[in-house]
């Protein structure tokens, strides 16, 4: 039994890796394709990873054993994983063309982040009826991929948020990542953002004229009609 066990878990991490590269690379080059970044497609890869990290670790705190039907798990959760994160990834590629850095950012959560939120929550409520089966291999396969789904959403909203704003951050030419600790200037923020006429102050406005230039050159002063006349 425990050669069984050992070499299920062996296929298991074996297949995620494959699953995690096979999706790297076809995410590289999609975007790279589509958005002209392929760096893109690795942003997009590290909530997957988080959310595989957070199906294992609830694995092993639910104890739920590996065995050939929750191996399959994990590359079902790659694939909802991808899924969520592509969504929230093309439309922030898409805000990001016409907005700054974090009303684009700000504009994504809300709009698909509204869309997946009602996505995952019937997702979660059909697969998570499973959970009550009397078969116990159906209910470890209804309460894992629920998980899968419900953390592929969150991490989604979580965790990618921040990671595009690095991924724009050092895409932009900005190799410190001080500014993102708020240490310097923001490579979103103007820190000299310009002044119109409006903004100053009367005492600011220089009249030409005081300083030995002519009447003409004064702002305000106007020709009236018929003065050259008189």
């Known amino acids: 039994f425990q050669d069984v066990s050992d070499l299920i878990l062996e296929s298991a991490l074996t297949s995620l890796a494959v699953a995690l ?8 080059i999609v975007y790279l394709i589509l958005e002209g970044k392929a760096t893109l497609g690795i942003a997009n890869m590290v909530p997957v990873m988080v959310t595989v990290a957070l199906v294992v670790a609830s694995m092993r705190a639910l104890q739920v054993p590996f065995n050939a039907i929750t191996a399959t798990i994990l590359a079902i959760t790659i694939g909802l994983g991808v899924d969520y994160s592509v969504h929230v990834t093309h439309r922030f ?12 950012l700000d504009r994504t959560v809300r709009g698909t982040g509204g869309a997946l939120l009602g996505s995952m929550l019937t997702t979660v409520s059909g697969i998570g009826v499973l959970s009550l089966a009397v078969f116990v291999a159906i209910q470890q396969f209804g309460l894992i991929t629920a998980l899968s789904v419900l953390y592929a959403f969150l991490t989604s909203m ?28 923001a490579p979103w923020q ?27 050159d004064s702002p305000g002063t106007w020709d009236e009609p018929g003065d050259d006349d008189q």
């Not at 096979?22 to 590289?28: D, I, M, Y």
């Not at 590629?93 to 684009?104: K, M």
């Open 21 to 28: 590269a096979g999706a790297a690379v076809f995410l590289v």
């Open 93 to 104: 590629a898409d805000e990001r063309r016409e907005r700054e850095l974090i009303p684009a």
């Open 158 to 185: 979580i965790v990618l948020p921040p990671v595009l704003i690095i991924w724009d951050h050092f895409i932009t030419g900005h190799r410190s990542v001080l500014p993102l600790f708020g240490i310097g200037s």
């Open 190 to 216: 103007d820190p000299t953002p310009p002044r119109d006429d409006q903004s100053l102050d009367p005492s600011e406005i220089i009249d030409p004229a005081a300083n030995g230039g002519t009447a003409e």
